[in-house]
DNA sequence: GGACAAAGGTTGTGTACGCAAGGAACCATA
DNA sequence: TATGGTTCCTTGCGTACACAACCTTTGTCC
C-alpha cells in the first residue's frame, strides 16, 4: 500500500502547469463564446465565418488557395471545401480555378462578402476592446501581445500559410 | 465615391485588437491540436474526456453536479448527458443519483477512471512544459499567469460552478 | 393545498466536423 | 513518353455537438 496516496493525486492535479494552460483555453473559450454571441446578434456571421471572410478581406487580392486557408482556420481540407460551399451559396465567397495549376482552387471574397465583413468588423474591433483590452493595462496588453506572439510562433509556426502569392 | 476605400480597409483590417485576439486564439487552438495528439496517442483520452476526468478528480468526492459540470466544461446540458453516456459505457465515470433533489444527478470516477487520469496527467504536464511554459521565461510565465487570470476573471468569471459542495 | 414558474436532465432533429477513399493534375525519373 | 509517387480538392460515412421540446421535481405565492 502507498504512503499518502490522496496527497500525491492533490499536488499533480494542482500543479501550477496545468493552471497555467487552463487559464489560457478558458480565457479563449470565454472570448469566442462572447464573440459568437455578439457577431450572431449583430451581423448574422458565426465566428467560423467571420474569421474565413476576415483572412480573405486581409489577403492579396482578397482570395486564397484552398489549402492556404485550411492551414490558417486549422480545418481539414474536407471542412473547408464545405464551408466554402455555404459561404458560396450564401453569395460572400466565389470559387475560382488556378490558371497555373488546375487542381488548385482559389476561394475568393465577392463584393457582397468584402462589404459584409467590412460592416461587421468595427462592432468586433469594440467588442475586443471591451472583453479583452479594457481590463488590462496598457503595459499588461503589450506584455500579452509580446508573450502570445511567442508562444504562437513557437506552436503554430504555419498560420501565415498562403502570404506569398504563389500563382 | 469614397476617397481612399482601400486604405480604410487594410487599417481596419490590421487593427492592434484585431491582431491581440487573433494571437491568443492561435496560440489556444495550436496547444489545444498538439495537446490532442499527445493525449490520444498516450492514453487514448480525447482531450474532451480528459478534460471532465480531470475536473472530476479535482472535485470533493470525485464527483460534480450535471449542471456544474457543463458549465466548468462549457459544454450545454444535452451536449454532456451524451459524453458522460460515452465515459459511462467506458466505465471511467458513474452516474449517481442526489439524495436531496431528486431531478439531480452527480457524475463521479470510478476507480478506473481515476486512474486513468492519474497515469495521464504527468505526461500531459510534460507536454505543457515543453509546448507552454519552455519557450517562456520565467518572468513571462508568471506575467502570463498573472494577465491571463484577469482576462478568465473578467470573460468566464462562473469557471469554478460546483466547487463548494451543495448537496 | 393548488397553480404556476423555474431548474435539472434526457431525447429528437439538424448541422458541422474529421477520417478515409477517390479522381484529377503535377512532377520526377527513366 | 510512360510510370510511380505526391498534391489538391471533393465525396461517403460516422460522430459529436447545439437547439428545441419534453418530463420530472422543486420552490413560491396565494
Redesign the pocket.
Known amino acids: 500500500m502507498s504512503v499518502t496516496p490522496a496527497t500525491d493525486a492533490e499536488t499533480l492535479l494542482d500543479d501550477d502547469r496545468l493552471t497555467l494552460s487552463g487559464l489560457l483555453f478558458e480565457s479563449a473559450q470565454g472570448l469566442a463564446a462572447r464573440f459568437e454571441h455578439s457577431l450572431r446578434d449583430g451581423t448574422g456571421l458565426?465566428s467560423?465565418w467571420f474569421e474565413i471572410l476576415l483572412r480573405l478581406a486581409r489577403s492579396p487580392g482578397q482570395r486564397l488557395?484552398?489549402?492556404?486557408l485550411?492551414a490558417q482556420t486549422?480545418?481539414?481540407?474536407?471542412?473547408?471545401?464545405?464551408?466554402?460551399?455555404?459561404l458560396e451559396t450564401q453569395g460572400l465567397v466565389m470559387?475560382a480555378a488556378?490558371p497555373?495549376?488546375?487542381?488548385?482552387?482559389?476561394a475568393g471574397l465577392t463584393a457582397s462578402g468584402l462589404n459584409r465583413i467590412l460592416i461587421a468588423v468595427p462592432a468586433h474591433l469594440d467588442d475586443i476592446g471591451t472583453n479583452l483590452v479594457a481590463p488590462l493595462t496598457e503595459r499588461e496588453r503589450a506584455q500579452l501581445e509580446r508573450i502570445l506572439r511567442k508562444v504562437r510562433d513557437h506552436v503554430s509556426p504555419d498560420s501565415a500559410a498562403g502570404s506569398e502569392p504563389d500563382c
Open positions: 458565426s467560423q488557395r484552398m489549402a492556404d485550411a486549422r480545418l481539414t481540407a474536407s471542412g473547408l471545401t464545405r464551408a466554402i460551399d455555404r470559387r488556378c497555373s495549376d488546375r487542381r488548385g482552387m482559389f
